[in-house]
């Protein structure tokens, strides 16, 4: 139904900046909330970054400070600006969108690497 369109992956070293882009299409409902979460090998996939209903923004303790989550209604799209990368940022990165009545979706994932 929401088809999530991820872009923006690649490897960087560390110190270097990337930025995720998220569009979404074919929704039917209002989305409510938009993020990304990321999964290393081994590891639940985890919240990095969510913007809320209400606008409220939520970061991962291990992000803050390096991480921006924005959000560009008018073209149903979102992004992750990414600086001051770190090896341990190694992970598939996951668009996400939430809607009340649609449910969660979620993009194919990209590949973030980061080396040393």
């Known amino acids: 139904q929401v088809q999530l369109v991820e872009s923006g992956g690649g490897l960087v070293p560390t110190g270097g900046s990337l930025r995720l882009s998220c569009a979404a299409s074919?929704?039917?409902?209002?989305?409510?909330?938009v993020g990304w979460f990321r999964q290393s090998p081994g590891k639940q996939r985890g919240m990095v970054a969510l913007i809320a209903d209400g606008g409220s923004i939520a970061y991962a303790d291990s992000v803050k400070g390096r991480f921006t989550i924005s959000r560009d209604h008018n073209k149903n799209m979102h992004y992750l600006q990414m600086d001051s990368l770190k090896p341990e940022d190694t992970a598939v990165y996951f668009c996400?969108?939430?809607?009340?009545?649609?449910?969660?979706?979620w993009g194919q994932g990209t590949q973030v690497t980061v080396f040393s």
């Open positions: 996400y969108v939430g809607s009340r009545v649609g449910g969660p979706r």
């Open positions: 074919g929704s039917r409902f209002t989305i409510d909330a």
